[in-house]
């Protein structure tokens, strides 16, 4: 059975970095999507990043691009969200998702909710101005 745990959700000033971290477990292939998303009240999911194993290939919101940066440590399962110049949009409970069986041929990671089957239980990132 896949799990998820989500670690690393807190409070920063406006400027500051935070890294979230999703520990996986329960993959049986060593080629899945991974992903973070986020939701803020009022608004819809938000796909942040995305990250396809089979190529190591990464995705981003053009809304954290240059900021954040995507990492899997294969050695733990771990899957790293590194968040710098982090604003007030940023405020959001932030998700770590996983797709175990993708559909066949793909290259990236569609950062699409609906494509991910599973799902941790949300760390909460409030930026202050």
């Known amino acids: 059975q896949v799990r998820l745990r989500e670690s690393g959700g807190a409070s920063v000033q406006a400027g500051g970095s935070l890294r979230l971290s999703c520990a996986a477990s329960?993959?049986?292939?060593?080629?899945?999507?991974m992903g973070w998303f986020r939701q803020s009240p009022g608004k819809e999911r938000e796909g942040v990043a995305t990250?396809?194993?089979?190529?190591?290939?990464?995705t981003y919101a053009d809304s954290v691009k240059g900021r954040f940066a995507v990492s899997l440590d294969k050695t733990n399962n771990t899957l790293y969200l590194q968040m710098n110049s982090l604003n007030s949009d940023d405020t959001a409970t932030y998700y770590c998702?996983?797709?175990?069986?993708?559909?066949?041929?793909?290259?990236?990671?569609?950062?699409?909710?609906?494509?991910?089957?599973?799902w941790g239980q949300g760390t909460q990132v409030t930026v202050s101005p």
């Open positions: 998702a996983t797709e175990p069986s993708p559909v066949a041929g793909i290259t990236i990671c569609v950062p699409d909710s609906k494509l991910f089957r599973y």
């Open positions: 990250f396809w194993t089979g190529g190591d290939a990464a």
């Open positions: 329960g993959h049986s292939s060593n080629k899945y999507c």
